[in-house]
């Protein structure tokens, strides 16, 4: 158990829709960052976000967008899905700055699919 | 981009014997760290080891050793006497001074008893 959480589990959602995914980090994290992952694949890096602003990003659109609160939790929110949309979504917590390791833990993921 | 190479996309191997998974990676860092991740059917990529760029010496954890040769560009991993229990996908990954993580491909292994 990494103690990073995702919300929810499963979603199903239609070809237009909006999705909003959640990430709670593990206690004393600072640095949230989001991955795709396409059946069959490795983890594609989305976006990373360290005390609330965002710290780097991959090549997604700009469909795909984030947030980072005050405890660090996270949201990403995708737009106008599309049926490649369709992917497990992960999110990793680490401790970035100072003394920290940027060791990425894992959350269990949020199974998405766009019909 | 700077990838990382998993040549090897399924493997499988009958318990107790040794297996090697590879791993390649290209990088234009100086500093920069390795990983590898676990997979099982569950979903969730569980963390197994990271190797700093300035730390070539081999690590062994149990059943586990990672071999990092940066003449090769390689860390390879090598599970020792290999049980049911290790049959995931395993990714190798990398991530330099942005902290994000490239990852490979990943290797099924599959352990039969």
């Known amino acids: 158990e990494t103690g990073v959480t995702q919300s929810p589990t499963h979603l199903i959602k239609t070809r237009g829709q909006q999705v909003t995914l959640r990430c709670s980090s593990q206690s004393g994290h600072n640095t949230v960052s989001w991955y795709q992952q396409a059946l069959g694949q490795g983890p594609q890096f989305i976006f990373q976000?360290?005390?609330?602003?965002?710290?780097g990003r991959g090549n997604f659109p700009p469909r795909f967008s984030g947030l980072q609160f005050p405890n660090y939790s996270s949201e990403l929110n995708v737009n106008a899905l599309e049926l490649d949309d369709s992917a497990l979504y992960l999110c990793?917590?680490?401790?970035?700055?100072?003394?920290?390791?940027?060791?990425?833990?894992f959350g269990p993921g949020t199974r998405l699919t766009v019909t | 981009a700077q990838k990382v190479t998993q040549a090897q996309t399924e493997i499988s191997v009958v318990e107790k014997e040794d297996v090697t998974l590879d791993c390649v990676y290209e990088t234009r860092d100086t500093t920069y760290y390795l990983f590898w991740y676990k997979q099982p059917p569950s979903g969730e990529l569980v963390f197994l080891i990271r190797?700093?760029?300035?730390?070539?010496q081999n690590e062994i954890s149990g059943r586990y050793s990672w071999n990092f040769q940066k003449s090769t560009s390689s860390f390879n991993f090598t599970i020792t006497a290999s049980q049911v229990v290790d049959s995931a996908v395993y990714f190798c990954?990398?991530?330099?001074?942005?902290?994000?993580?490239?990852f490979g491909s990943g290797t099924q292994l599959t352990v039969l008893p």
């Open positions: 190797r700093n760029s300035f730390d070539e």
């Open positions: 990793a917590s680490s401790l970035a700055g100072g003394t920290g390791s940027y060791e990425q833990y």
């Open positions: 990954a990398r991530s330099g001074s942005a902290r994000q993580l490239t």
């Open positions: 976000y360290y005390r609330e602003e965002e710290n």
